[in-house]
């Protein structure tokens, strides 16, 4: 280990938040990292267990924990703290390839994991992992290794979230050449327009672009394969196809639909036009920014968010941002324990309340926390036009497995703008349609048991990856998805495979 003792020498410091009244005025990164000093004495911390749960990347309960990448972080945490960041950057590279996206985006399985969580405070593992990357990068550190040699197949990757991202990287350095599709404009899937700029800057996407496209990856945006581009044709040109579009079939809600009652939309909707509004004017401030026919605004609007998880929370930040009148987030599970049960025992993921930024930022600006637990959207009202302008919620309450609402707890509060973030319910079904693949009763790619292959007629050479085959998921399990299918798709292409 690194500092015998540090875990009771120093104390955990998290990279601090830009105070909220400065925040909320832009859409800039709202995290600001620690002095060098600082985050060596962060990373001493770290006890170099014997058995580190940190990257164990198990289930428990139904629940991951750990990390799914199987970071090497004792190891990385002892060379930060001696100051050798380059050692300590080989180290993390060498499960993840992207640390500057999990780094920013991730919700730390590994930190509720840590044994130092267990009675304390876990230590900054995910703000650690930032630091190496970004320090590498602004030091030049991490430079283009295209491979050497090639192998002469060619791969084609449909969708380029963090699972065809991973997989386009690992198969590129295999040798392969590898073509990644993208339907959007820009690559990234919901790095790019599912998560807002102020937890993950574009720029560090297109940074990794660059650098993916030195090392010999192809990119394709505006392609939408199985609509606008035959299937057959890729099936013709490339030796595998590995199927990434994600679960983007979002769930809706009974008493509202997006594109039935104006003013109702979907939240991925809403934050992706937030997010190429401020990407086509080149700014960090919406103030700036000239409205148009796609873009959705909460400003001076009553927003009402459905679900509490990461997509509502930021849709909360993003809806402050543009200057919403009020903003109330409905929860139909109860609220969670203040601290863990004795049910929920470490190291399992931990249950706990969790105020976000979000959450935090419209309790400064509003006097309130926003969320309103165990409640459910019972009905809207509508005006002349069709747009809503109310909605009634009411409590529910679980019985017998089954939910239902309680009698007399309804309230009628006002609603400009509702924004549906209540999961994804599986993959849009005409990509797998346009290969022949089978989709299971989830609406995920059906696979050949314990593989990544895709069950396909008289196909064996497409897979898939990510949350098309796993359903709605992590970033950090997406690339772990991607790179454990890239470890498939090039020992179908070499017959052995080397990865």
Request: proline share 5%; hydrophobic share 40%.
């Amino acid at each position: 280990m690194g500092k015998e003792g540090g875990f009771l020498t120093y104390h955990r410091k998290n990279n601090q938040n830009i105070p909220v009244e400065e925040r909320i005025k832009n859409f800039r990164e709202l995290h600001m990292p620690l002095s060098e000093d600082e985050r060596r004495q962060q990373a001493a911390i770290c006890m170099n267990c014997g058995v580190p749960f940190c990257q164990s990347g198990m289930m428990l309960s139904g629940m991951m924990t750990g990390c799914p990448l199987h970071n090497l972080i004792p190891e990385w945490n002892d060379e930060i703290y001696r100051g050798n960041d380059v050692h300590a950057l080989e180290r993390l590279l060498k499960v993840n390839p992207f640390p500057e996206f999990t780094g920013r985006v991730c919700p730390a399985l590994c930190e509720k994991a840590c044994m130092c969580a267990q009675y304390g405070e876990a230590v900054t593992i995910r703000d650690n992992e930032l630091y190496l990357i970004e320090t590498a990068f602004l030091h030049h550190t991490v430079v283009p290794h295209p491979p050497q040699k090639r192998s002469g197949k060619r791969v084609a990757v449909i969708g380029s979230g963090p699972a065809g991202l991973a997989a386009a990287d690992r198969l590129n350095a295999r040798g392969h050449e590898v073509t990644v599709y993208e339907r959007e404009d820009r690559i990234g899937g919901l790095l790019m327009y599912g998560i807002p700029f102020m937890k993950l800057d574009k720029d560090a996407i297109f940074r990794r672009q660059r650098l993916m496209e030195e090392e010999g990856v192809h990119f394709v945006t505006n392609a939408n394969i199985g609509a606008d581009i035959a299937a057959e044709e890729l099936l013709q040109s490339y030796d595998a196809l590995l199927l990434c579009c994600g679960a983007k079939c979002a769930r809706t809600i009974p008493a509202a639909k997006p594109g039935e009652v104006g003013g109702v939309y979907f939240a991925v909707d809403f934050l992706t036009a937030t997010t190429k509004a401020l990407l086509a004017q080149k700014t960090y401030d919406l103030h700036t920014i000239k409205q148009n026919k796609d873009m959705i605004s909460a400003k001076d609007k009553h927003v009402v968010i459905i679900g509490g998880g990461d997509t509502g929370n930021d849709c909360i930040g993003t809806a402050i941002r543009h200057g919403a009148r009020s903003v109330t987030a409905i929860e139909m599970m109860p609220m969670p324990p203040k601290s863990r049960t004795e049910d929920n025992p470490w190291p399992e993921w931990d249950k706990s309340l969790k105020t976000d930024y979000g959450h935090e930022e419209a309790i400064a600006v509003f006097g309130h926390d926003p969320r309103r637990y165990a409640s459910t959207v019972q009905s809207i009202q509508t005006d002349k036009k069709g747009s809503i302008k109310k909605a009634t919620i009411v409590q529910v309450a679980f019985k017998d497995g089954k939910l239902s609402e309680v009698a007399g707890t309804e309230q009628e509060i006002p609603c400009d703008l509702m924004l549906i973030a209540a999961g994804f319910t599986g993959c849009e079904p005409y990509v797998p349609q346009a290969f022949g693949a089978a989709v299971t009763q989830r609406n995920v790619v059906q696979t050949v048991h314990g593989t990544h292959q895709a069950k396909c007629k008289a196909n064996a050479k497409i897979f898939t990856a990510g949350d098309m085959r796993t359903g709605q998921s992590l970033v950090v399990r997406a690339i772990a998805d991607g790179l454990a299918a890239a470890k498939e798709v090039d020992a179908f292409l070499t017959g052995y495979g080397s990865i």
